[in-house]
């Protein structure tokens, strides 16, 4: 339910996401995450599980979980921008997957110690949030180097329609394995896919990636922040796409925290069921990442992130619908997964790239990261606020609260000047 940024170009042909897999460092970057988004979905799909089911945490503890594992660009976002601006990007995610793979390995270990407790998933959550940060950053500046600038948007296609496909399967898959063991041994899994995802990462060799020095004075470090937000905020579509997802991801946020609670806890699904309409979600979109290349294409970007925004809000109505209805919640939990899958991943598509193409190459980490700053910070202030209106309120409350912010994007779409064009127009893309 998160907003993701990703890219496709608009004038792409249908084989153009085929074709960047024959670029031999772009195919390992692409193997890579393909291991990382698995690891990723599996320890999505484990955390709620072992906190709730096993370690027994209340709502307010559960948001509180949530709130750490996306706190990284809120503590680092912003300097991480203008380090790897400066560093080589490759070692950044090399190490970025060795924390990733100590952080998750410690789960299974504490817990064969009978020494699993909710300040070690916390712990665990604030490691894998920081390294989290410099990936994400790392890996957006990296793609230039590794693809031509025009054939970036095809790379991201092809990144998010593995991702989609990779969500339909692993949720599913991870609760039928948790019928028979215990979640935190699940982690073995998640570890083991980052160090592969290690190994892929060190055979790429992107050309001209390399550290650009350091300039020493505190004053100079704090201008190059100050020069990546300047950016962010002056040019009109970057301004808009940062407004939209920040309030797409508050409203996420909540969602994202409260809805274990209300499934597994106050409806009492099993750990298979809550696997399986994860994966309903994750199938919608992976059907969303194939339609709406095609779409774009034929109506243009602008026009289709219009609709696919437009679905949103109608999409996440019936999580807390589920509240009220609680004997239909099931069904009608699986309806708003479907939906918001197809809205999320269709309205992701429809804009991706758009980011890549308006921001110049030496800037595009302070970008990055300063808009990761802004939108995925939403995230766990979402969650925090989620938290501490089911604990006054209710669960349903939280997730009406969550519904209402998911719908503000739209107007903010309806009222900007872009929802003129069709397209992104011409004179706002950058060549280097």
């Avoid at 370690?55 to 750490?68: E, G, K, N, T, Y």
Wanted: aromatic residues 8%; hydrophobic residues 55%; positive net charge.
């Amino acid at each position: 339910m998160v907003h993701t940024d990703t890219s496709t170009s608009a004038f792409a042909t249908d084989d153009d996401a085929t074709e960047v897999l024959k670029v031999p460092d772009f195919r390992r970057l692409w193997a890579a995450n393909g291991f990382r988004y698995a690891a990723s979905e599996v320890a999505g799909f484990a955390l709620p599980v072992t906190a709730l089911l096993l370690l027994h945490a209340r709502p307010l503890v559960m948001s509180l979980i949530f709130v750490c594992s996306r706190a990284g660009f809120l503590t680092v976002g912003l300097p991480a921008g203008v380090w790897i601006d400066r560093w080589r990007k490759k070692p950044v995610m090399v190490w970025a997957d060795v924390a990733y793979a100590v952080a998750f390995g410690s789960i299974p270990v504490a817990y064969f110690l009978d020494a699993l407790t909710v300040a070690q998933l916390i712990v665990v959550a604030l490691v894998i949030s920081t390294a989290g940060v410099f990936f994400e950053v790392a890996h957006s500046s990296v793609l230039p180097y590794v693809l031509p600038r025009p054939r970036v948007a095809d790379g991201n296609a092809r990144l998010q329609t593995s991702q989609t496909a990779l969500q339909a399967i692993s949720p599913s898959v991870a609760g039928v394995v948790t019928q028979s063991v215990a979640a935190p041994v699940l982690y073995c899994f998640v570890g083991l896919c980052h160090l592969v995802s290690l190994l892929l990462l060190r055979r790429i060799h992107p050309s001209g990636d390399v550290a650009r020095g350091r300039t020493t004075p505190e004053r100079e470090f704090r201008r190059e922040i100050a020069d990546g937000m300047s950016v962010l905020f002056k040019q009109p579509l970057l301004r808009l796409l940062l407004n939209q997802a920040a309030l797409n991801n508050v409203g996420a946020g909540i969602i994202l925290a409260m809805l274990p609670v209300f499934l597994l806890e106050e409806i009492g699904i099993s750990a298979w069921m809550f696997g399986l309409l994860s994966t309903l979600g994750a199938l919608a979109g992976f059907a969303a990442s194939l339609l709406a290349p095609r779409l774009r294409r034929r109506f243009g970007e602008i026009r289709m992130a219009i609709v696919f925004s437009a679905l949103a809000p109608f999409a996440v109505v019936a999580a807390p619908l589920a509240a009220v209805f609680r004997d239909v919640a099931v069904p009608l939990i699986a309806l708003a997964e479907v939906l918001i899958g197809v809205a999320i991943v269709g309205r992701s598509v429809s804009t991706a790239g758009l980011r890549a193409r308006v921001t110049p190459n030496a800037y595009m980490g302070r970008v990055t990261a300063a808009y990761s700053v802004v939108v995925q910070g939403a995230t766990p202030l979402g969650a925090l606020a989620g938290g501490l209106i089911a604990n006054h309120w209710s669960t349903g409350t939280a997730l009406w609260a969550g519904a209402v912010a998911m719908g503000v994007p739209l107007v903010l779409l309806l009222l900007s000047p872009i929802r003129h064009h069709s397209r992104l127009p011409e004179e706002w893309e950058v060549r280097g």
